[in-house]
T-cell receptor
Framework: KQEVTQIPAALSVPEGENLVLNCSFTDSAIYNLQWFRQDPGKGLTSLLLIQSSQREQTSGRLNASLDKSSGRSTLYIAASQPGDSATYLC????????FGTGTRLQVFP | EAQVTQNPRYLITVTGKKLTVTCSQNMNHEYMSWYRQDPGLGLRQIYYSMNVEVTDKGDVPEGYKVSRKEKRNFPLILESPSPNQTSLYFCASLSTSRSYNEQFFGPGTRLTVL
C-alpha cells in the first residue's frame, strides 16, 4: 500500500532563507508527483507536477526534484518570503492521488 | 477562467438531515473526485468518477453517495450526516486525455454536523 510521508511537519524560518521540503513514498510505481500549496481554510493550489520520467521541474523560486527509485521528492524554495507561509502538500498519482500530511511553513520577517 | 466550483462553501447542519454539496468544472475533464481533509489524516479520497455514469469508491466512501449524470457536475450526497463527517471537503477534476494529468481543486466546503 502506497504511503506518503512529509518531513518536517512544521518549519519556521526567517525571510530570505533557502529551504527544502521533503516528501517520500513507499511504492515507486507512480505516474507523477504533484506539489500543492494550501493556505489556512482554503483550497489547494497546484505548484509543480513532475512526471515519472522527469527529474525536476522549476517555476520561479520553486524547484521540485524527483528520484523515483529511492521514493523521494524535494521542493526547494529559494529566497523565502513571508507570503510563502502556507502548508505544502505532496501527492503521488497511482490511478488516484495519495497525499502526504503536509509541511506547515512559516516565514517570518 | 478554468476552475472547479463548490457550493456551499460553509455548512452547519444537524445529524440525519440530508444534504448535497455541489461540484462543477468548466474544463471538460473526464475525471472528477471528492476528498475529505482531517487534521492529522491528510486528504483522503471518498469517491471518484472516470466519466459520465461511472463512479467508484475511494478510500473512505462510507456514509456518502455521488452521481455523475453530466460531465461537468459531480455532487456529493450525505443521506444521513453524522458528526464524524464534520470535515473540509474538496472536489477535484483532471483530464485523462492528456498525459499531464494535473488535478485541479475546488475551494473547499467546510461542513459541521452537530
Amino acid at each position: 500500500k502506497q504511503e506518503v510521508t512529509q518531513i518536517p511537519a512544521a518549519l519556521s524560518v526567517p525571510e530570505g532563507e533557502n529551504l527544502v521540503l521533503n516528501c517520500s513514498f513507499t511504492d515507486s510505481a507512480i505516474y507523477n508527483l504533484q506539489w500543492f500549496r494550501q493556505d489556512p481554510g482554503k483550497g489547494l493550489t497546484s505548484l509543480l507536477l513532475i512526471q515519472s520520467s522527469q527529474r525536476e521541474q522549476t517555476s520561479g523560486r520553486l524547484n521540485a526534484s524527483l528520484d523515483k527509485s529511492s521514493g523521494r521528492s524535494t521542493l526547494y524554495i529559494a529566497a523565502s518570503q513571508p507570503g510563502d507561509s502556507a502548508t505544502y502538500l505532496c501527492a503521488v498519482n497511482t490511478d488516484k492521488l495519495i497525499f502526504g500530511t503536509g509541511t506547515r511553513l512559516q516565514v517570518f520577517p | 477562467e478554468a476552475q472547479v466550483t463548490q457550493n456551499p462553501r460553509y455548512l452547519i447542519t444537524v445529524t440525519g438531515k440530508k444534504l448535497t454539496v455541489t461540484c462543477s468544472q468548466n474544463m471538460n475533464h473526464e475525471y472528477m473526485s471528492w476528498y475529505r481533509q482531517d487534521p492529522g489524516l491528510g486528504l483522503r479520497q471518498i469517491y471518484y468518477s472516470m466519466n459520465v455514469e461511472v463512479t467508484d469508491k475511494g478510500d473512505v466512501p462510507e456514509g456518502y453517495k455521488v452521481s455523475r449524470k453530466e460531465k461537468r457536475n459531480f455532487p456529493l450526497i450525505l443521506e444521513s450526516p453524522s458528526p464524524n463527517q464534520t470535515s473540509l471537503y474538496f472536489c477535484a477534476s483532471l483530464s485523462t486525455s492528456r498525459s499531464y494529468n494535473e488535478q485541479f481543486f475546488g475551494p473547499g466546503t467546510r461542513l459541521t454536523v452537530l
